[in-house]
């Protein structure tokens, strides 16, 4: 619980310190990756954002070896909060009405898949075979990259309206959550026992190389897409997809059964259920800037001599 409490302060410090780097820095775009790379290693303030969200990592690898991945989603997400304070603090950031219910709605979805768990019953999985890995993973990160470049495509249109990112969320959050099955699948192997042994059996899974493609994918997409929109909405957004894609086909690959008390799987499905229904109604668009009022009293014309 501690080592996931830490991850959540780590992981929200890490996007505001990125996100707040990035607004002082000229337009970044994914077409031209090693201008981007190179724009962010050269400020301070991101790197300290990627050193937070490094050490987030290693402490999201201890909670996968002692929690059930369900309930480690349910407490990671519950860091949103945290993440909308800090970013509404440092960052100006506000969101509407809508938005922060239906943050609350995400919010109250993984409170019961929380409340779905009971210690000692849930099991907690520690490999899941090869083959059923890249069946998940592979389609899922074609998914995201497309879902990506079609957002892209619509954000040049010329008669485009002002996205909120929540594309760029769920794009992201499908390569996020890809990664997070390949860190469970890394925790697995990192025994304290035969080192050498576990890091040879490691490097014959496909964890490690799916780590690489999602790190180096999802670092340049996320940094272009957070330069573009809210963190508040988008963080929220990719937040919200990872957690579910990694509780509900983690949960399957890894083999950790769903609950037998009937109470228990209801709050379970009808958490996971809620929260993909915020994702498919929350606002595409943000709303228009207001239109300047007109001058009221123009100034009177000159007098002809």
């Known amino acids: 619980m501690a080592a996931a409490l830490l991850a959540n302060l780590l992981y929200s410090t890490g996007f505001v310190l990125e996100k707040r780097a990035l607004t002082a820095m000229p337009s970044v775009s994914v077409r031209n990756p090693a201008r981007l790379l190179r724009q962010v290693i050269s400020s301070p303030l991101w790197i300290g954002g990627s050193l937070a969200l490094a050490a987030g990592f290693g402490a999201q690898l201890i909670v996968y070896r002692t929690l059930p991945i369900a309930a480690a989603q349910g407490i990671f997400v519950s860091g949103l909060v945290l993440l909308l304070l800090l970013s509404a603090k440092l960052l100006g950031e506000r969101t509407s009405g809508r938005e922060r219910y239906a943050v609350g709605a995400i919010l109250a979805a993984l409170l019961m898949v929380v409340l779905s768990l009971k210690e000692g019953t849930d099991t907690v999985g520690r490999d899941a075979p090869a083959p059923l890995v890249l069946t998940v993973c592979l389609p899922s990160l074609a998914a995201g990259l497309w879902l990506y470049a079609s957002a892209e495509r619509r954000t040049r249109s010329k008669h485009r309206q002002p996205t909120t990112g929540v594309e760029y969320g769920v794009a992201v959050g499908l390569l996020y959550g890809v990664s997070s099955l390949a860190i469970k699948g890394v925790s697995s192997h990192l025994t304290s026992d035969g080192l050498g042994g576990a890091l040879l059996d490691l490097m014959r899974s496909p964890y490690p190389y799916l780590l690489l493609f999602t790190g180096a994918f999802g670092l340049i997409m996320s940094q272009a897409a957070l330069q573009?929109?809210?963190?508040?909405?988008?963080?929220?957004?990719?937040?919200?997809?990872?957690?579910?894609?990694?509780?509900?086909?983690?949960?399957?690959?890894?083999?950790?059964?769903?609950?037998?008390?009937?109470?228990?799987?209801?709050?379970?499905?009808?958490?996971?259920?809620?929260?993909?229904?915020?994702?498919?109604?929350?606002?595409?668009?943000?709303?228009?800037?207001?239109?300047?009022?007109?001058?009221?009293n123009p100034p009177p014309k000159e007098l002809m001599p």
Not at 233 to 248: E, G, H, R
């Open 228 to 296: 573009k929109c809210r963190a508040s909405l988008i963080v929220p957004v990719c937040t919200t997809v990872t957690s579910l894609f990694t509780a509900v086909l983690g949960t399957l690959a890894f083999g950790e059964a769903l609950p037998h008390d009937p109470v228990r799987l209801t709050l379970r499905v009808a958490g996971t259920v809620l929260a993909v229904a915020v994702l498919l109604v929350m606002p595409k668009h943000d709303a228009p800037a207001p239109a300047q009022p007109a001058e009221t």
